[in-house]
């Protein structure tokens, strides 16, 4: 793990809303291969145009999760150019343990919204993204409760992906809010992906902490496989 | 379809948690598991499209060539002139003949005024095209670059976008600033919107002015009104403005122009801070409506936590003027001062920060207060 034990402290002179954003990243044994491969290079390019981007640079806050073999912080929270200027390592070995994820992912953000506001400074709404090719093999039901809750109340904006046939979209609709609910990757297009995840979040640290709801976000078809998402059994 | 439409507009609105748009009682149904994505799959398709100079040659316009989505239109790159952008209305401004008529009123005034057209600091509409029967649908722009504004709103933003620059650096900025929104103001031409993203940077200080389309412009002829434009950011915007949102309706004014900008170099001097950012304030526009501002060190209202270094090392002069503006003028938009004399203390402060030999003066985020001059 990298240290980045100077730079998760929150810079209180960035008078800028923080927008804290949590990547939830599979890198089980599957992943190894082209789907890791492409995986890394959408994540790198994400790190630099964000961080590029003088306004989403001020506001978002990452944090990598991984989950392969156990789950881990790859990169704990600190601003976006800070993760660039120092990216984890990934690498695909091991289970699915997404219900060890979910609960790291989970105090982590509850920690950093505590520090935000022990520190006075105002933030939008947390973005969760998690990307899995596969079904988790750990108790994930009491550690997705919390964050789904949230995404219910549209207090947090949670965005499910699966990747490939073999992601389990059953289980991914449980974890998650019911809206927008789990969608596929077009094959592996994370680069596509990554680019319009970046321009969510230059919309959104645009707007105002009170506007950030008016926010419309950009066109998926580049990399969402609508066609492709498997239709929940009540809805065949 | 319109059952369609409405799911539509719902699905979107989920999506972004807006309120449904609240038409057409229905029997409630869940919209089905991914028609978020559906929604999402489906916002501004773009098109190829071909648009004429005015000499009749055509300038084809591919869907790769989209730069941004304004209100009224779409912005190109030109691929045969990286130095200009095309700007093209929206289909729907195009099929609306009330506002395809105000979009060619107020782009032939901004044409006509050439001092605007011929600043290098402003994206100004040069030149119209045309659709194939001759009709105006859009215009030509020169291409700004830069950063935007933002990157001078935390210390540790200027330290990466502009490694090297002090303060004396960023009140050069401010001052070329005024200096433009000056100049469009003797050509009665108002900024509205003083939204940090509206204004570009670049590594030699300049400023470029950008979405031209949101300034309040003179009409063309004696007889003809005056452009309005409702944009705003309610951050940057005058108070009466906030309270009597009526007043959108009619022609702003050179007092909450200077409100805003104020509010602007106030934030370039002191690194993002707004003025009245406060001590257990929260939202700046629930602080800016209350009027209390920290400078006036009265109220019980400070300084955030750390701010006050930067404060002190502010020329006297400066904070008289941001006093006038920021608590005197807060209801009463005939007590603030001129952009005149904010362009003298901004000269001002410039001369004393060339002069000085302490590093604090010119530091972004000086690390000792500024002690008080013996006066004898």
């Known amino acids: ?236 | 379809m319109t059952d369609l439409l409405q799911q539509f507009i719902n699905r979107l609105n989920a999506m972004t948690n807006r309120r449904p748009a609240p038409a057409i009682q229905r029997k409630p149904q869940a919209a089905p598991a991914g028609a978020d994505w559906l929604a999402l799959a489906q916002v501004s398709p773009e098109r190829t499209r071909t648009v004429y100079d005015p000499a009749g040659s055509p300038l084809v316009l591919r869907k790769s060539d989209v730069l941004a989505h304004g209100g009224e239109g779409v912005i190109y790159r030109f691929a045969k002139n990286p130095a200009f952008l095309i700007k093209v209305c929206k289909d729907d401004t195009l099929r609306d003949p009330r506002k395809l008529a105000a979009f060619r009123d107020r782009l032939n005034a901004m044409l006509a005024l050439e001092e605007c057209r011929n600043a290098p600091f402003l994206a100004w509409p040069l030149m119209p095209v045309f659709d194939g029967k001759k009709n105006v649908i859009g215009f030509v722009m020169r291409k700004s670059s830069g950063r935007t504004l933002r990157a001078l709103y935390a210390p540790c933003q200027v330290k990466r976008f502009f490694p090297g620059w002090d303060r004396l650096s960023v009140t050069r900025v401010a001052l070329n600033l005024v200096d433009a929104v000056r100049m469009l103001a003797r050509h009665r031409v108002l900024v509205n919107d003083f939204n940090p993203d509206n204004f570009l940077i670049d590594p030699a200080g300049r400023v470029r002015l950008i979405d031209c389309d949101s300034f309040q412009i003179p009409g063309a002829g004696e007889n003809q009104n005056t452009f309005l434009t409702r944009t705003f950011t309610p951050e940057y915007t005058a108070p009466e403005l906030l309270f009597q949102p009526e007043l959108f309706n009619r022609e702003r004014t050179p007092e909450q122009v200077r409100f805003s900008l104020s509010v602007v170099v106030y934030m370039i001097l002191m690194s993002g801070l707004h003025p009245y950012a406060q001590c257990g304030g929260t939202d700046p526009v629930e602080n800016l409506k209350s009027g209390k501002c920290p400078l006036a060190r009265r109220d019980g209202v400070r300084l955030p936590v750390g701010w006050f270094k930067s404060v002190s090392w502010l020329t006297p002069g400066l904070k008289h003027y941001f006093i006038r503006m920021f608590v005197d003028g807060h209801r009463a938009p005939l007590k603030r001062p001129l952009l005149g004399e904010l362009k003298t203390e901004l000269e001002n402060f410039i001369n004393i920060m060339r002069s000085s030999k302490n590093p604090n003066q010119r530091a972004i985020l000086p690390d000792k207060v500024k002690r008080k001059e013996k006066t004898t």
């Open chain 1, 1 to 236: 793990m990298n240290d980045y034990s100077e730079e998760t402290a929150l810079d209180v002179t960035n008078p800028a809303p923080r927008c804290p954003v949590i990547l939830m990243l599979d890198v089980s044994g599957s992943m190894a291969g082209a789907p890791l491969r492409e995986l890394k290079e959408g994540l790198a390019q994400f790190l630099r145009e964000t961080s590029d981007d003088e306004t989403a640079s001020m506001s978002v806050e990452l944090e990598i999760v991984t989950f392969g073999g156990s789950a881990e912080i790859a990169a704990p929270f600190a601003p976006v150019n800070v993760v660039n200027d120092n990216p984890p390592e990934l690498d695909a070995n091991g289970s699915t343990p997404l219900g060890a994820a979910l609960k790291l992912a989970d105090s982590e953000l509850k920690a950093r919204r505590r520090l935000y506001k022990q520190k006075g400074i105002s933030s939008y709404k947390p973005w969760i993204i998690l990307m899995t090719d596969g079904c988790p093999n750990d108790d994930w039901r009491s550690a997705a409760a919390s964050m789904k809750q949230l995404g219910e109340e549209k207090r947090l904006q949670y965005i499910g992906i699966g990747i490939g046939d073999e992601a389990d979209f059953d289980t991914l609709r449980e974890i998650l809010p019911e809206h927008p609910g789990p969608v596929k990757l077009k094959g592996l297009c994370f680069k596509e992906f990554f680019k319009w995840l970046t321009d969510s979040l230059k919309s959104v640290s645009a707007s105002s902490v009170a506007q950030q709801d008016a926010v419309v976000l950009g066109n998926v078809n580049s990399w969402a496989d609508l066609a492709g998402t498997p239709v929940p059994e009540g809805e065949k």
